[in-house]
Antibody, heavy 120, light 110 residues
Framework: QVQLVESGGGVVHPGTSLRLSCAAS????????MHWVRQAPSKGLEWVAS????????NSADSVKGRFTISRDNSKNTLYLQMDSLRVEDTAVYFC?????????????WGQGTLVTVSS | QSALTQPPSASGSPGQSVTISCTGT?????????VSWYQQHPGKAPKLIIY???KRPSGVPARFSGSKSGYTASLTVSGLQAEDEADYYC??????????FGGGTKLTVL
C-alpha cells in the first residue's frame, strides 16, 4: 500500500534553515508528481510546493517562493523540502502528498506529517 | 493564489443529508475539473473522498458525492453518520501547476 513518511521537523529559530524528507513506498515513485502541503495550528490546509514526476516542473506558493525549494531523488524514492529563512508564520505540520498524475494536478495520498516550529 | 471559498461550518442530524459548497474563480475551479474533496479528523492526515469533481476512490462510501456548476463545486453527504463529523476541504488545480485549497468546513453531526 502507498506509504509516505515525513521526517526532519523540529524546533528552530527564525532565519534558520531546515530540510524535510519524505520517504515513499508501495508505488512507483518516479511515475507520480508530488506535493508539500502545510497546516498551521488550528488552521486550514495550505499548498506549499509541487514537482512533476521527473523534476522538470515545479511551482510553489507565493508565501514561500524564494525561500523554500522542493526537490526529489527518484533513485531513493524520496521527496525533499529545503526551507530557508524560516519565519514564525511557517510554523505548521508539513504533509508530503502524492498526485494522481505525472504532472501536479490533484492529490490522493497523504503522509502523517511532520511538525515544524519556528520560535525565538 | 486566493483560497477557494467554503462555509466555515455545516451541520445535520443522523440520517439527514448535508451539502458543502466550494466557490472558485475562472482561473481554477471554473475551468478545470481537477476538483477534489478531503475529509480530516482531528490529529489525522486528510483523506481523499472525491476527485475529478464526481469520482469516489475505492473504499469511500457512496454516501459521499460531488458535483460542480459554474464556479461552485459541492460535496453532499447523505445518510449522515456520527463518524462523518470532521473537517472537509475542497481543492482545485490552478493555472501553472499549483493547487488551491478551500478554507475548510467543520461538519457537525447533531
Amino acid at each position: 500500500q502507498v506509504q509516505l513518511v515525513e521526517s526532519g521537523g523540529g524546533v528552530v529559530h527564525p532565519g534558520t534553515s531546515l530540510r524535510l524528507s519524505c520517504a515513499a513506498s508501495g508505488f512507483t515513485f518516479n511515475s507520480f508528481a508530488m506535493h508539500w502541503v502545510r497546516q498551521a495550528p488550528s488552521k486550514g490546509l495550505e499548498w506549499v510546493a509541487s514537482m512533476s514526476y521527473d523534476g522538470s516542473i515545479q511551482n510553489s506558493a507565493d508565501s514561500v517562493k524564494g525561500r523554500f525549494t522542493i526537490s526529489r531523488d527518484n533513485s531513493k524514492n524520496t521527496l525533499y523540502l529545503q526551507m530557508d529563512s524560516l519565519r514564525v508564520e511557517d510554523t505548521a505540520v508539513y504533509f508530503c502528498a502524492r498526485d494522481l498524475e505525472l504532472w501536479p494536478t490533484h492529490i490522493d495520498y497523504w503522509g502523517q506529517g511532520t511538525l515544524v516550529t519556528v520560535s525565538s | 493564489q486566493s483560497a477557494l471559498t467554503q462555509p466555515p461550518s455545516a451541520s445535520g442530524s443522523p440520517g439527514q443529508s448535508v451539502t458543502i459548497s466550494c466557490t472558485g474563480t475562472s482561473g481554477d475551479l471554473g475551468v478545470y475539473n481537477y476538483v477534489s474533496w478531503y475529509q480530516q479528523h482531528p490529529g489525522k492526515a486528510p483523506k481523499l473522498i472525491i476527485y475529478e469533481v464526481t469520482k469516489r476512490p475505492s473504499g469511500v462510501p457512496a454516501r459521499f458525492s460531488g458535483s460542480k456548476s459554474g464556479y461552485t463545486a459541492s460535496l453532499t453527504v447523505s445518510g449522515l453518520q456520527a463518524e462523518d463529523e470532521a473537517d472537509y476541504y475542497c481543492s482545485s488545480y490552478g493555472t501553472s501547476y499549483l493547487v488551491i485549497f478551500g478554507g475548510g468546513t467543520k461538519l457537525t453531526v447533531l
